[in-house]
């Protein structure tokens, strides 16, 4: 497995905008679906938005419109664009990875309603990012 490092949280006030990056060191096949995910004081780990390696996206739907989650072309490193932030988005935000192929054919990303899928076999450290009102 390939370590993965999140940095680029910070705080931020309403409306503003933050770009968070993981970084791999390289890309591999079990690496081939990558998401992000957060946890705010309190509440459970929930998932934010995921990319599969032909790059199709999945957000979840307070995401849409606001967040963007993207890869570099040499896929070892992920993105998350977020504008127009609201203090409800203040968490800890986590990457993933999992490996779409774990079960011979593509099987694409683990839901990012099962944040505790055992699919999601590595995680980074976390950034926090806080919003303020």
């Known amino acids: 497995q390939v370590p993965l490092t999140e940095s680029g949280g910070g705080s931020v006030q309403a409306g503003g905008s933050l770009t968070l990056s993981c970084a791999a060191s390289k890309f591999t096949s079990v690496n081939g679906c990558m998401a992000w995910f957060r946890q705010a004081p309190g509440k459970e780990r929930e998932g934010v938005a995921s990319?599969?390696?032909?790059?199709?996206?999945t957000y979840a739907d307070f995401a849409k419109g606001r967040f963007t989650i993207s890869q570099d072309d040499l896929k070892t490193t992920l993105y998350l664009q977020m504008n127009s932030l609201k203090p409800e988005d203040t968490a800890v935000y986590f990457c993933?990875?999992?490996?779409?192929?774990?079960?011979?054919?593509?099987?694409?990303?683990?839901?990012?309603?099962?944040?505790?899928?055992?699919?999601?076999?590595?995680w980074g450290q976390g950034t926090q990012v806080t919003v303020s009102s």
């Open positions: 990319i599969e390696v032909h790059s199709r996206t």
């Open positions: 993933a990875a999992a490996n779409p192929w774990e079960y011979g054919d593509y099987d694409g990303c683990p839901p990012l309603l099962e944040p505790m899928s055992p699919r999601w076999h590595t």
